[in-house]
């Protein structure tokens, strides 16, 4: 089989290509990026992958010709624009070059509520690809992965350096599901390469990790890697806002408020829970990544 990944860059979509290049079942890969630089060596080295310039942005630069199935990764944008619209834009293009291709298999990662039309802040760009991509080929499957362990990447030299880290999600004690990127990765690759005919199209299915994690949890998970107790530091709803404020852009930060909100207790994902397909669980734990982490720093 012939599989193209776009975009190729985010971990999600390494995490896959690293899993299809070590089955069994030996298909061919194609990445494609943006920037070519940013091809891994340890895929530059296998035979079996290639490596193309890029960019979902730009339609007259996307081929899919020759896939069995296309895995589709359509990262965050890190400026002011509107989200939903270039996120609609980005997913026409998609669709146009799935069709004019004739690719018979489209995978999306989607997002843990992308079955609301509105509430959920951020997650309104992944409610946007679904329905933009729902019908862009013969067989649709989305992934509607729980929230990132690798977003807490972020907080592994405050960690180190400082002993304290931030958490978005309260009350602390609040578990919600969290899944590795690997096992979104290990996922994406079964129902790539898989001919197995679908339940429905699109298919879908949420991906949550072993089991609910805490702020707490996160905390405990923290303090066994990091080899020495850690400090939780929560920011209370009404402190969303500036918080986020300190990274992104005051449009930006207000979607991920929104997004935030949406999940947690009083949030329409939380309050107003909608039949969204079947529920798999990856196998890795929260703490197994942090540990990886603060070993590889």
């Known amino acids: 089989m012939h599989i193209t990944v776009a975009a190729a860059s985010p971990r999600t979509a390494q995490a896959t290509i690293r899993q299809l290049l070590a089955d069994a079942s030996a298909p061919t890969v194609k990445g494609i990026y943006r920037n070519?630089?940013?091809v891994p060596e340890e895929f530059k080295a296998n035979p079996r992958f290639e490596a193309v310039q890029g960019d979902i942005e730009d339609a007259a630069t996307l081929d899919f010709s020759g896939s069995d199935a296309v895995f589709v990764v359509e990262p965050p944008i890190g400026d002011e624009r509107d989200t939903v619209k270039h996120?609609?834009?980005?997913?026409?293009?998609i669709k146009g070059a799935l069709k004019k291709a004739g690719v018979k298999r489209l995978v999306l990662l989607s997002s843990v509520g992308?079955?609301?039309?509105e509430g959920t802040g951020e997650i309104l760009t992944n409610h946007t690809s679904e329905v933009v991509l729902k019908d862009a080929a013969p067989e649709v499957i989305f992934i509607r992965?729980?929230?990132?362990?690798?977003?807490?990447?972020e907080?592994?030299?405050?960690?180190?350096?400082?002993?304290?880290?931030?958490s978005v999600v309260t009350p602390?004690?609040?578990?919600?599901?969290?899944?590795?990127?690997?096992?979104?990765?290990?996922?994406?690759t079964k129902e790539l390469l898989?001919?197995?005919?679908?339940?429905?199209?699109?298919?879908?299915?949420?991906?949550?990790?072993?089991?609910?994690?805490?702020?707490?949890?996160?905390?405990?998970?923290?303090?066994?890697?990091?080899?020495?107790?850690?400090?939780l530091r929560a920011v209370p709803k009404e402190g969303l806002l500036e918080f986020f404020g300190h990274f992104l852009g005051p449009v930006r930060a207000q979607t991920y408020v929104d997004m935030t909100l949406g999940f947690l207790p009083g949030g329409i994902i939380y309050e107003d829970p909608q039949p969204t397909g079947d529920v798999?669980?990856?196998?890795?734990?929260?703490?197994?990544?942090?540990?990886a982490w603060f070993k590889d720093a």
């Open 194 to 231: 898989s001919t197995s005919p679908l339940k429905a199209s699109p298919y879908i299915f949420e991906l949550h990790g072993p089991r609910f994690y805490s702020s707490i949890d996160t905390q405990k998970a923290f303090s066994e890697a990091a080899g020495k107790e850690v400090e």
């Open 280 to 291: 798999r669980k990856g196998k890795t734990e929260l703490v197994d990544v942090f540990k």
């Open 114 to 117: 992308a079955q609301y039309s």
């Open 172 to 188: 602390s004690d609040f578990a919600w599901p969290q899944i590795a990127v690997e096992d979104i990765g290990e996922e994406a």
């Open 155 to 166: 907080s592994v030299d405050t960690v180190k350096n400082e002993g304290f880290f931030y």
């Open 36 to 38: 070519l630089s940013r």
């Open 145 to 153: 992965a729980s929230y990132f362990m690798n977003t807490w990447i």
């Open 87 to 93: 996120t609609r834009d980005v997913s026409e293009n």
